[in-house]
């Protein structure tokens, strides 16, 4: 079973255009990913995984293949972020592989809080990711300045205020 999800993920770096910006390579990277989570029987793989994780605690040989399949991801998402890097898209000051390695968390966790059963929308979890991965999370940086003029952000940050108002 880790060998295929090994065989799996190697197939799915394989199809990247790596000569492409690297922006564009996370986007399509995180579009195959996010799509495996939308796929019939997706919650059962992820229910798999972490059963072979834990197997990983108990077989040095499973332990082997799944860090090979952790390296292997890492190393080349790493190889992405250098390339950001290299193009001022990512903070130089920070380390490529650490960088990686919370990339690969954030697909890691829904893995988790699917296999464990949560009430995940796969959209909306994509759409937070995406938001993370690209600074959009936040609104502004310095308490000085404006926020986003984001129509979906100022509908959100409005609607509270007129409902409380129509209350009153």
């Not at 394989?14 to 195959?32: D, P, Q, Y």
Request: charged letters at 25%; one cysteine or more.
């Amino acid at each position: 079973m880790c060998s295929e999800a090994l065989d799996r993920n190697r197939q799915r770096f394989g199809t990247l255009n790596l000569s492409a910006a690297s922006r564009a390579i996370f986007e399509e990277l995180s579009a195959v990913y996010f799509a495996a989570a939308h796929e019939p029987g997706a919650v059962d793989a992820a229910r798999l995984t972490l059963q072979v994780w834990e197997e990983s605690s108990r077989s040095e040989q499973a332990r082997k293949v799944l860090l090979e399949d952790f390296s292997m991801i890492q190393a080349h998402v790493s190889k992405i972020v250098i390339k950001a890097q290299e193009q001022f898209e990512i903070d130089i000051a920070l380390d490529p592989m650490s960088v990686a390695q919370t990339m690969v968390s954030l697909v890691l966790g829904l893995i988790v809080q699917r296999a464990a059963g949560t009430d995940v929308n796969v959209e909306k979890y994509e759409e937070a990711t995406r938001a993370l991965v690209t600074g959009r999370l936040w609104n502004s940086v310095n308490r000085n300045e404006k926020p986003a003029t984001n129509p979906v952000y100022l509908r959100a940050a409005v609607a509270p205020h007129i409902e409380r108002e129509q209350l009153k």
